[in-house]
């Protein structure tokens, strides 16, 4: 199969080495020409936390090239699908240029999917590309990118795929069918759990959720996830800001699984040594997502008159940092 992969950070690698490794035909669009440069020459790697012996791919295997001249090559060449792993910001405010040359190409011809935590971008890229046929994954796989061309394989999860069109009332086509168990089977190939859904925007609410209470939370105190449980104050403080979600979720007509809470405790324990991705990027003095995790919040609560007094101060104390 032949991938684009534009965003060349944690995930981004991850796929990249994987697909590679597994026979397809992967470029990735990188943002700048170093890391390019690094990649041709010393390839890429995968490595991992339990011992395992790290994956090399050198780097005539796949391609890497700058974001630049990625709507040429897309327009010369197609891809059978197009993967973004860019984080949110970069997503809205520097994709569209780079996106948009696709925008008039037949509704057979544009697949593209989506990794981000957080919401809003579903809708923005819908608009630009009203013909491409998008859809949204889901994942709990954790990657974190040591160097240029070096990403960690932190944590195995799971990989949801569905398509976004779907919900904005488009027709089912036989077509993209195809195409999206095609994919799911070359990433399963490639060594991950994936699947199809057929109500994805509900698995993106139930992340929300999640990274709503979890990130933002261990970005302010500086504590890895586990750490979240260790005293009551912290413990109230994520109830209320769960709290709160649940009560825009109630009025926007979101649902979510009875059990919401104790998957939130769950998955502090289960990833309670990990640098959640949002104290990751305040310690990297990078921007974070929060205004598509908590700012999706606040937006809807504003939507629907609902108060979120916490939400609200969290964005704050969060692009404050
Ligand atoms: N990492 C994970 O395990 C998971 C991540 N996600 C989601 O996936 C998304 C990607 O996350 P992650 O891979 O961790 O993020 P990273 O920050 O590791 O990677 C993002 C990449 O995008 C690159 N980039 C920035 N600007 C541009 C540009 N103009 N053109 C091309 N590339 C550009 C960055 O380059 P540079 O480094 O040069 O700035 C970076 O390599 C996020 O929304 C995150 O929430 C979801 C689940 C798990
Ligand atoms: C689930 C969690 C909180 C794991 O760290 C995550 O998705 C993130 O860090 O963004």
Same mark, same amino acid.
């Given at each position: 199969?032949?991938?684009?992969?534009?965003?060349?950070?944690?995930?981004?690698?991850?796929?990249?080495?994987?697909?590679?490794?597994?026979?397809?035909?992967?470029?990735?669009?990188?943002?700048?020409?170093?890391?390019?440069?690094?990649?041709?020459?010393?390839?890429?790697?995968?490595?991992?936390?339990?011992?395992?012996?790290?994956?090399?791919?050198?780097?005539?295997?796949?391609?890497?090239?700058?974001?630049?001249?990625?709507?040429?090559?897309?327009?010369?060449?197609?891809?059978?699908?197009?993967?973004?792993?860019?984080?949110?910001?970069?997503?809205?405010?520097?994709?569209?240029?780079?996106?948009?040359?696709?925008?008039?190409?037949?509704?057979?011809?544009?697949?593209?999917?989506?990794?981000?935590?957080?919401?809003?971008?579903?809708?923005?890229?819908?608009?630009?590309?009203?013909?491409?046929?998008?859809?949204?994954?889901?994942?709990?796989?954790?990657?974190?990118?040591?160097?240029?061309?070096?990403?960690?394989?932190?944590?195995?999860?799971?990989?949801?795929?569905?398509?976004?069109? =779907?919900? $904005?009332?488009?027709?089912?086509? /036989?077509?993209?069918? *195809?195409?999206? @168990?095609?994919? #799911?089977?070359? &990433?399963?190939?490639?060594?991950?759990?994936?699947? =199809?859904? $057929?109500?994805?925007?509900?698995? /993106?609410?139930?992340? *929300?959720?999640? @990274?709503?209470? #979890?990130?933002? &939370?261990?970005?302010?105190?500086?504590?890895?996830?586990?750490?979240?449980?260790?005293?009551?104050?912290?413990?109230?403080?994520?109830?209320?800001?769960?709290?709160?979600?649940?009560?825009?979720?109630?009025?926007?007509?979101?649902?979510?699984?009875?059990?919401?809470?104790?998957?939130?405790?769950?998955?502090?324990?289960?990833?309670?040594?990990?640098?959640?991705?949002?104290?990751?990027?305040?310690?990297?003095?990078?921007?974070?997502?929060?205004?598509?995790?908590?700012?999706?919040?606040?937006?809807?609560?504003?939507?629907?008159?609902?108060?979120?007094?916490?939400?609200?101060?969290?964005?704050?104390?969060?692009?404050?940092?």
């Amino acid at each position: 199969m032949k991938i684009d992969i534009i965003g060349a950070g944690s995930l981004g690698l991850l796929l990249a080495g994987r697909l590679t490794q597994s026979g397809n035909d992967v470029r990735l669009w990188c943002r700048g020409g170093e890391q390019c440069r690094k990649l041709k020459d010393e390839g890429l790697t995968v490595s991992y936390e339990d011992g395992r012996d790290p994956t090399s791919i050198s780097g005539d295997r796949f391609m890497s090239a700058p974001i630049e001249g990625f709507a040429d090559a897309y327009l010369r060449e197609p891809s059978d699908w197009i993967i973004v792993t860019v984080k949110q910001d970069i997503l809205h405010n520097v994709l569209p240029e780079f996106l948009s040359p696709l925008k008039d190409l037949r509704e057979q011809q544009v697949h593209i999917i989506c990794f981000q935590n957080g919401i809003g971008h579903m809708e923005m890229l819908s608009n630009l590309l009203p013909k491409a046929n998008l859809y949204a994954a889901v994942t709990t796989e954790a990657a974190k990118r040591k160097s240029l061309t070096e990403v960690i394989h932190a944590g195995a999860g799971e990989v949801w795929i569905g398509e976004w069109s =779907l919900k $904005n009332g488009q027709t089912h086509n /036989i077509h993209t069918d *195809l195409q999206v @168990n095609y994919l #799911i089977e070359v &990433l399963i190939m490639a060594g991950f759990s994936a699947f =199809l859904s $057929n109500e994805v925007d509900t698995m /993106i609410y139930r992340k *929300l959720l999640i @990274n709503a209470v #979890i990130n933002p &939370l261990t970005a302010i105190w500086r504590i890895p996830n586990g750490e979240l449980l260790a005293s009551e104050e912290r413990l109230q403080l994520m109830k209320e800001l769960f709290r709160e979600a649940t009560m825009v979720y109630d009025a926007c007509g979101v649902t979510y699984d009875h059990d919401a809470w104790d998957n939130i405790l769950k998955v502090c324990r289960t990833t309670a040594g990990n640098t959640s991705s949002m104290l990751a990027d305040v310690l990297a003095s990078r921007s974070t997502e929060i205004r598509w995790i908590n700012g999706s919040l606040v937006e809807m609560a504003e939507r629907t008159g609902t108060l979120v007094p916490l939400h609200r101060l969290i964005c704050q104390l969060v692009e404050g940092i």
